[in-house]
């Protein structure tokens, strides 16, 4: 019988999609711009205005421009990263209508333009309890779905927090039950803050604490949830529970640390950017590639 043999692209490692988060100003289609010029393969987005909770519609010309400049560029990975002023886990009445229907808005727009995800932070519970947060944000999470569609493509990813004050997400638990009680669940997953989790205790600096991390996430989640990572330094000591990031190699987490998560190569595919003091920073984002590929560099300082 004979031997079938591999192509060589069966074969072929998944890409690099490494990047920053970029600004829109100027219109969303410049956000493919900025990516390009800081040699992004994978880029994050707000879709609106971070800081408001009103913003005009999305234009049909908007739409066909950010398609047409992501089609003719290297850009394989768009991120959308939601507005800080929601909380889905919040028993303030108002604010969470407010919140599901800025989110129902930002998923409309991502499913417009074409993105691969959504990412949206739990929020906090206010003191109510992990419990009756975790069923706040499923259920919000639900109507969101319901009420754009089922049949949409945009994943909306969880992010890991710091777990500062009354914060969901800082514990893989939380976020585990929060994806298993949503209805759906199937258009969730997850988004990884290295910033986040070394403030939440896991001390990704060390090979032991580095597999810890990896091990707690395949184990609670399941690999098959991680949709993004943010790449962040940390400016506070692992297990601060604050939220304070730095520029990749100056903050406490450090180069090495960085160098050996880049290297994974069972993270290859998943699209990593930096959200950074400066993002977008070429210099930075080269280095990133630099130390995926092995190669020999130094974030300056």
């Known amino acids: 019988m004979a031997t079938a043999k591999t192509s060589r692209t069966s074969m072929a490692a998944p890409p690099l999609l490494l990047g920053a988060h970029v600004s829109i100003a100027g219109g969303v289609h410049k956000a493919i711009e900025r990516g390009v010029a800081n040699e992004c393969t994978a880029i994050q987005i707000f879709v609106k205005s971070n800081t408001r909770w009103e913003f005009p519609p999305l234009e049909p010309k908007e739409v066909r421009l950010f398609q047409e400049a992501r089609r003719d560029s290297p850009i394989k990975a768009v991120l959308a990263h939601s507005i800080y002023l929601v909380n889905m ?37 206010g003191g109510a309890g992990e419990e009756i947060g975790i069923e706040r944000v499923a259920s919000a999470l639900d109507e969101i779905v319901e009420t754009v569609g089922r049949r949409g493509h945009c994943r909306i990813l969880l992010e890991t927090t710091a777990g500062q004050g009354t914060s969901l997400g800082a514990n893989f638990h939380e976020l585990r039950q929060i994806i298993a009680r949503a209805r759906c669940r199937k258009r969730l997953g997850v988004c990884l803050d290295t910033a986040h989790v070394f403030a939440a205790g896991y001390d990704i600096r060390t090979p032991e604490g580095y597999a810890t991390l990896w091990h707690d996430f395949d184990s609670i989640l399941g690999r098959e949830l991680l949709g993004a990572i943010h790449l962040n330094d940390s400016k506070v000591r692992c297990g601060s529970r604050i939220d304070r990031h730095e520029h990749i190699g100056k903050g406490l987490i450090g180069e090495t640390a960085f160098r050996r998560l880049l290297r994974d190569l069972s993270l290859r595919g998943i699209p990593m950017v930096t959200e950074t003091p400066s993002s977008p920073n070429l210099e930075e984002i080269r280095w990133l590639f630099a130390a995926a590929l092995g190669k020999r560099s130094t974030v300056s300082k």
Do not use: F, N
Not at 98 to 124: F, N, Q, S, W, Y
């Open 89 to 125: 886990a919040t028993g303030d009445t108002a604010l969470r209508d407010k919140t599901i229907t800025d989110l129902v808005d930002e998923l409309e727009r991502c499913e417009m333009l074409g993105l691969d995800a959504l990412i949206v932070h739990p929020g906090a519970h």
